[in-house]
């Protein structure tokens, strides 16, 4: 009878262990079967360009394609983790990159030959959109994905979240990256209904730096002229606005007047209305190709530090909204600039109101050279 019972324990030991080993491997079949099925063309070039990411389009996929594990806010967080690391494994590999560019640029500027319209809905079922610039694929960014599950399971101030990514996102990609606003004023507003509503959620530091980069082409922009304003027409004033640091070059850095006032009128009580109205109002000056002084607030060795300086100026209702980079250590956080000295100091009189440390420097912009 011993020895029948360590025969019947030893076969009880194997089957576990076949049972943990092998009996995995049906259902992991299952799992690829139910991938390639429902992705046929984007698993199969996956697996047959980059198998270094295979494994992990496949389990970010099976738990798209089968989301009943989903229960909690953290479940999500953790596909949307999954979902981030993708894209950046898709964005990373040069023969998979390479091929989707190739079969986009086919499909725009051949006839649509090719096969990329079945690439771009196997992408937009597992949330992954495509962006596009001048008519070609630039990139990838979060997109729409089990958007009923979210509203059941999310809780409300990550479901807003999720959705100020997902908005934000659509931001992506343009023939000119600061023209057509709408979804940095969307996510704008988005942001403001979660840092007001849940100032406490976990959720509210990663919404403050997607609202940084929404507001930053609606405050950090300035007028490119080439020639005294005294002189220049009212009506052509605003004919070159250009985003960020002292750009005068028209690409990528091209905005238009109309986005900040587009603005104004869509978003008369956004808690940013009156700060746009004061940089619409006034706004900093490049005269090519004269030097420009700097009324500067604060400057710091770190940029994002400085970045997190202009947001919170913003916050508190001050225009006070550009960052200018002179060194891998030096970023100023600047109030105004004008190529007039008359008119830099007179804004420092304003500022220094409220800033009483704030000083004027004079620099050459570096696109003049």
Known sequence: MRGSFRGIKWIGSLL????????????????????????????????????????????????????????????????????????????????????????????????????????????????????????????????????????????????LYVELIETYARSYGSEYTYMNLKPEMEAIELAEKLIAKYPESKYSDSAKQILSKALFPLTDWHVVLSKDPALVDEGDYYSHCSVAALSTATYPYWTDIGEPREFLESYPSSIFHDVVAK??????????????????VDEFADEEAARKSILNYLLSDMDIPHLITLSETSHLVVYRFFADPGKAKRALERIRKIKPDATIREVYPRDYR
Request: net charge negative.
């Open 279 to 296: 940089i619409v109002e006034e706004p900093s000056e490049i005269v090519f190709p004269k030097s420009v002084y700097l009324v500067v």
């Open 16 to 159: 576990l262990v076949v049972a943990f080993f092998g009996g995995g491997l049906p259902f992991a079949q299952d799992k690829e079967e139910l991938v390639r099925k429902s992705l046929p063309y984007l698993s199969d070039k996956i697996r047959s360009l980059d198998q270094g990411i295979y494994s992990d389009f496949l389990r970010y996929a099976t738990n798209i394609l089968s989301p009943d594990w989903i229960k909690t806010d953290d479940d999500l967080s953790l596909l949307f983790k999954e979902r981030e690391s993708l894209i950046e494994m898709i964005s990373g590999s040069k023969p998979l990159d390479e091929f989707l560019y190739e079969e986009a640029y086919r499909w725009q500027f051949e006839n649509r030959s090719g096969n990329w319209e079945k690439y771009d809905h196997e992408l937009e079922l597992i949330g992954i959109s495509t962006i596009f610039a001048e008519g070609m694929l630039v990139g990838f960014a979060e997109g729409p994905v089990l958007e009923e599950i979210v509203s059941q399971v999310a809780s409300e101030p990550y479901r």
